[in-house]
């Protein structure tokens, strides 16, 4: 399974990115994506999920009323749409996929990962 991904640079505080991934094949029947982020120097976390139907997002508390994330695609496909980026927002930005249908919200819940994007926020 390979996953690409596209979008993150730079944008000033207040500003908007977005972002998507693109899984190769459809690998499984049922499959969760999801979004992570890894801030400079500190560990990886849950930014937010939607489940293999693609009706049902759930989003870290740091993400809520801001971020969207949304499936297409043949359910291949996922977008974030980042909005109101502040700078604690800077990180770099991974797509991944869990082999279940419902999301996690563990880095050890998902099975595969992309590259990973850089997103920065700056003043």
């Known amino acids: 399974v390979h996953l690409t991904e596209s979008g993150g640079g730079v944008v000033q505080t207040g500003g908007s990115l977005k972002h998507s991934c693109s899984a190769s094949?459809?690998?499984?029947?049922?499959?969760?994506m999801a979004w992570f982020r890894e801030p400079p120097g500190k560990a990886r976390e849950f930014g937010a999920a939607?489940?293999?139907?693609?009706?049902?997002?759930v989003y870290a508390d740091s993400a809520k009323g801001r971020f969207t994330i949304s499936r297409g695609g043949f359910r291949k496909t996922i977008a974030l749409e980042m909005n109101s980026l502040k700078h604690e927002d800077t990180a770099v930005y991974f797509c991944t996929i869990r082999t279940e249908a419902k999301p996690g919200y563990a880095v050890t819940s998902y099975d595969y990962w992309g590259q990973g994007t850089q997103v920065t926020v700056s003043s």
């Open positions: 094949v459809r690998p499984f029947n049922d499959y969760a």
């Open positions: 939607i489940e293999d139907e693609g009706t049902q997002p």
